[in-house]
């Protein structure tokens, strides 16, 4: 039987934290085996937010090179950069004539990421969901494993493939959000009431892949928590509950193990424990990425030959759309 298809791609807006690697990247590359994979580098979307364009291209490299180093493994998942491939923002532009204004208006990203970024509040941000959609309806794709923030821009996904195929004709499979259990939505360190974001500012909001171990602990150890001291999953106490759900995803001990574990601990006894799995965890990813780094024609070599491979079904599905709305 053929193998499920799996489509999911991250910004190379800035360093990738543990918000991605747990609510997206782990999961891509823990899934390898049981699904057919495509991953992308969504360059297009990072410019709806004003970006350097020298530093872009660097970092599309960059990131390509961590998705490589915390374990995508080219012989099992394709992966490449959105920008090659046309049919992208081609297949957006249709679809952004089947999106009704106020499905669109509707999008809670668009509300708030328009106020972090007052100065530049453009189309492309607010059409943002439009080219989502694209990337992953030009698929087929049958799953999109994403962090909880996404799940809204999936449903307008679905809802823009299923009015289409009324509309015009079958063209586009219907895709599942494939969202984890544990980790889809880990928060800001700082400030737990937010989700952990790239983008945030404060030294002490987000945990970096590339964090060096001295770091990462002093990060944990000013964790916002609270004035309780029982330290139990207790989703009211946004502080304790979101590091708990990092060492419970970590370690995959059960809830039970870990309250019994922290039972008569202190929540500094606690905050170590936490950091020490995150710097094991990422201590294989660092000294690949590292490795890797040395490596750039081959990270090219990768990106080229993962565009190649899907490139065919990106246009097969474009052309089947434009045809069906009658553009020559
Ligand atoms: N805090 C998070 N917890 C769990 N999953 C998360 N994701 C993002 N933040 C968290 C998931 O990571 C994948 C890639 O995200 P993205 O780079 O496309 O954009 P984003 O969601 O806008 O992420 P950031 O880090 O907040 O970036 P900026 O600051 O640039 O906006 C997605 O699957 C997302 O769900």
Request: proline content about 4%; glycine content about 6%; overall charge neutral.
């Amino acid at each position: 039987m053929a193998k499920k298809r799996v489509f999911s791609g991250i910004q190379p807006t800035g360093q990738i934290h543990l918000g991605n690697y747990l609510g997206a990247v782990k999961n891509w590359v823990d899934s390898q085996d049981e699904y057919e994979n495509i991953f992308c580098v969504v360059n297009s979307h990072a410019i709806t937010t004003t970006q350097d364009p020298k530093e872009l291209k660097e970092k599309t490299y960059e990131l390509a090179g961590m998705l490589l180093a915390c374990g995508i493994d080219v012989e099992k998942s394709n992966l490449f950069i959105q920008s090659e491939i046309d049919e992208h923002p081609a297949l957006a532009w249709i679809l952004d004539c089947n999106i009704p204004m106020g499905e669109m208006n509707r999008m809670t990203q668009f509300k708030d990421k328009s106020s972090k970024n007052a100065k530049n509040v453009n189309v492309g941000l607010f059409n943002y969901p439009a080219l989502m959609a694209a990337d992953i309806l030009l698929y087929q794709s049958d799953g999109v494993p994403v962090g909880e923030d996404q799940k809204q821009h999936l449903e307008l996904s679905r809802n823009v493939a299923m009015k289409f195929n009324r509309d015009f004709g079958e063209c586009f499979k219907i895709p599942e959000p494939l969202i984890p259990k544990v980790g889809a939505r880990v928060m800001g360190l700082d400030d737990p009431s937010v989700k952990m974001s790239k983008s945030a500012k404060g030294n002490n909001h987000a945990i970096f892949l590339l964090d060096s171990p001295e770091e990462i602990l002093k990060k944990f150890k000013k964790a916002t928590t609270d004035s309780h001291n029982a330290i139990i999953f207790d989703e009211t106490r946004a502080g304790v509950y979101n590091l708990l759900s990092i060492y419970e995803v970590f370690t995959h001990k059960s809830r039970e193990m870990i309250e019994n574990e922290f039972a008569h601990k202190g929540y500094g006894e606690f905050k170590i424990a936490v950091a020490e799995v995150v710097i094991e965890a990422l201590r294989p990813i660092q000294e690949e990425y590292l490795r890797l780094s040395t490596e750039k024609g081959y990270i090219q070599k990768v990106l080229r030959a993962g565009a190649d491979k899907v490139r065919p079904l990106a246009k097969a599905t474009y052309q089947k759309a434009k045809d069906l709305v009658g553009l020559v």
